[in-house]
């Protein structure tokens, strides 16, 4: 052990002649560990080892300690640099100059701050989807704002962090807005309009919808300047959310999806007012047909509405729900085919314009 130990420190020497500090190290390192091996009286008989071991320990670690000693001056010399470049005006602002360094971290904020408000508008529409109290159409609202209100205050973070006198920017921002904002009326008023909406929840999504005569269809989206509509033929119309304000709008399925429908038919003079409306009840009773039954509320009757030229005209006046009443013009179909079935099949005349031609002989010449 002992002539390890010697071995040791002499390669140990050797590696500092040579200026391979970490050689010298490891070696000094190992001889020492030996050396706490041995035991105690041997040590002390052997404690000029000891010494010599400290003596060489406390020179390496001095070499080393200056060579670090060098690294970190560079380090710093090498950070000084930088610093001094980063630092350094680019160009100049509202009388404020902007160094690189001011860029970065105009960036950093923004970037954070946008992070934070996507993850606010995320947790608002996860919240509206595993809770039943809070429906889409307030969540989007609540959303929609907070997502632009922290966007708003990221970036005033943003000017102020690095000295920009806002008092200036906020005058000459002012300025511009009153220019651009006539110019802008309309998409100014769309927005606010945006709002109302989502806040008085007079239009939801999926809500089924009237804006016209020729559009009709389900909200499928909506958006602080404009809702889209998705019309059974499947076709998206984006409208204006100012529209929604300033016309009238039939919402179908607003308090209720429950409607009510009128199906007009008709049946020839001479047949009995009793037996059309029997036979057209009874039958509809037992049909396929989704319609509201057997509630008193919405009853399902028969109206006759007039005496026409050829025809005795009656309706049918039955209440839909659910996907009935967002499908309107199919529901219809469907009715009309069972009241021209049930009236085939019990053999009620189905009545149709028709004219008679009258051909008058000419008169006959009288003799003389």
Known sequence: MILQIDQKLLLCLASLQKEES??????L????????????????????????????????????????????????????????????????????????LDIGKVLFILILGFMFAAFYKRKIMNLAINREKISMSSAKAISSIGYY???????????????????????????????????????VSNLAAGIILMFERTIRLGDYIEVSDTIRGTVSHMRMRSTTVTTNDNIDVVIPNSSFIQNNVINWTLESDVRRIHIPFSVA?????????????????????????????????????????????????????????????????????FIYYTLNK???????????????????????
Do not use: C
């Open 29 to 100: 390192a190992s001889a020492k560990e030996d050396f706490s091996l041995l035991p105690a009286d041997i040590r002390k008989d052997y404690s000029y080892k000891s010494t010599l071991i400290k003596s060489i320990f406390k020179e390496t670690i001095g070499n080393v300690a200056l060579a670090l000693s060098s690294v970190e001056d560079s380090a710093e010399d090498i950070y000084a640099y930088t610093y001094t470049k980063l630092t350094e005006n680019l160009f100049v602002f509202n009388e404020q100059g902007i160094s690189a």
């Open 269 to 337: 003079y001479g047949t009995e007012n009793a037996k059309v409306e029997e036979i057209i009840l009874e039958e509809l009773k037992d049909s396929s047909i989704n319609y509201v039954k057997n509630i008193k509320k919405y009853p399902t009757v028969i109206w006759m509405t007039a005496m026409g030229s050829s025809s005795v005209d009656y309706e049918l006046v039955v209440w839909i729900k659910g996907a009935s009443t967002t499908k309107p013009s199919g529901t219809k179909s469907d009715f009309l085919k």
């Open 149 to 187: 209100l922290i966007a708003f205050i990221t970036f005033i973070v943003a000017l102020n962090s690095i000295g920009l006198d806002l008092s200036n920017f906020g005058m000459i921002a002012g300025a511009l807005s009153i220019g651009i904002g006539f110019g802008l009326q309309t998409v």
């Open 346 to 368: 019990h053999q009620i005349e189905i009545p149709f314009p028709q004219l008679d031609l009258h051909v008058k002989p000419p008169a006959m010449k009288e003799e003389i």
């Open 22 to 27: 970490e050689k010298s190290l490891n070696y």
